[in-house]
């Protein structure tokens, strides 16, 4: 009887070891992505006016837009903070009703605060493309009218 008690401790006491082990690299992971999705927004509001331009040359006038993706980050390792970045956002009108445009924006700085556009591609999205699927929401969360934190590290 009591060698019965003992292997069902053991059972137990690995499942809770095998499923500990098999859940934290996922929490760390989605930690990780969460914290750089939050960095890549705190990028693409620095570059919202290019944007804005962007819009503006194109359409004439602003239209509504959100952030899709970065494509390729450059760095320029001769000089220093020189950077040459190209991101997608996506361009409708009204309360995200069609047509869709997705902008994909060439930008670079001459110095840490003057950026300025060096290429704009722009491709209206076919009725059966679906732009959730190549745009991400952005990682602020909304709730009960306030503004939830993203958990952030602490400034020395």
């Known amino acids: 009887m009591r060698k019965v008690g003992i292997d069902l401790r053991k059972l137990i006491l690995i499942s809770c070891l095998i499923t500990f082990i098999g859940i934290t ?11 750089e999705m939050m ?14 331009k962007a819009i503006k ?11 899709c993706r970065f494509v390729n980050v450059k760095t320029k ?3 220093a ?9 996506i361009t409708y009108e009204r309360a995200i009703m069609p047509p869709y445009h ?16 060096k290429d704009v591609k722009v ?7 679906d732009y959730t699927k190549m745009c991400r929401k952005p990682r602020v969360v909304w709730q009960s009218k306030r503004i ?9």
């Open 25 to 35: 690299p996922v929490q760390a992971e989605n930690k990780d992505k969460g914290y």
């Open 39 to 52: 960095l890549e927004d705190i990028i693409y509001s620095f570059l919202s006016p290019l944007e804005s």
């Open 57 to 67: 040359d194109y359409f004439g006038e602003i239209y509504l837009s959100d952030f």
């Open 77 to 79: 390792p001769d000089q």
């Open 81 to 89: 903070y020189r950077y040459e970045i190209t991101y997608q956002f």
């Open 102 to 117: 997705l902008f994909t924006l060439k930008v670079e700085n001459k110095s840490p605060v003057d950026w300025v556009i």
């Open 123 to 129: 491709r209206k999205l076919a009725e059966n493309e």
């Open 148 to 156: 939830r934190e993203v958990p952030t590290k602490e400034l020395p």
